[in-house]
Nanobody, 123 residues
Framework: VQLQASGGGLVQAGGSLRLSCAVS????????VGWFRQAPGKEREFVAA????????EYEDSVKGRFTISRNNAENTVYLAMNSLKPEDTAVYYC?????????????????WGQGTQVTVSS
């Protein structure tokens, strides 16, 4: 299974971006997918995750109400819509897949990782 994240960029505070994670190989609907981020000098942290069917979703508290994770199983793509962006959202965002339909916020549960896409929010 391979994942490729895209859609990052530079945006002003309060703006929006939509990240995409294209997944190839395997059976897409059998893979839960998560988004993680890593800011400079900080550890990688959980952002959001979605089950294989898309039926269950989980968010990190700081992004609830601003970010929306979704998936299109016909297009083998997972999205992360980010609204009301803040400077503290600045990070490299990674998508990750696991060989299970069940979502999890635990990084070590994910088997496959994309290369990351930079999101920079200016104040």
């Amino acid at each position: 299974v391979q994942l490729q994240a895209s859609g990052g960029g530079l945006v002003q505070a309060g703006g929006s971006l939509r990240l995409s994670c294209a997944v190839s190989g395997g059976t897409f609907s059998s893979n839960a997918v998560g988004w993680f981020r890593q800011a400079p000098g900080k550890e990688r942290e959980f952002v959001a995750a979605i089950s294989g069917s898309g039926g269950t979703i989980e968010y990190e508290d700081s992004v609830k109400g601003r970010f929306t994770i979704s998936r299109n199983n016909a297009e083998n793509t997972v999205y992360l819509a980010m609204n009301s962006l803040k400077p503290e959202d600045t990070a490299v965002y990674y998508c990750a897949g696991r060989s299970s339909v069940w979502r999890t916020r635990k990084m070590t549960d994910y088997n496959y990782w994309g290369q990351g896409t930079q999101v920079t929010v200016s104040s």
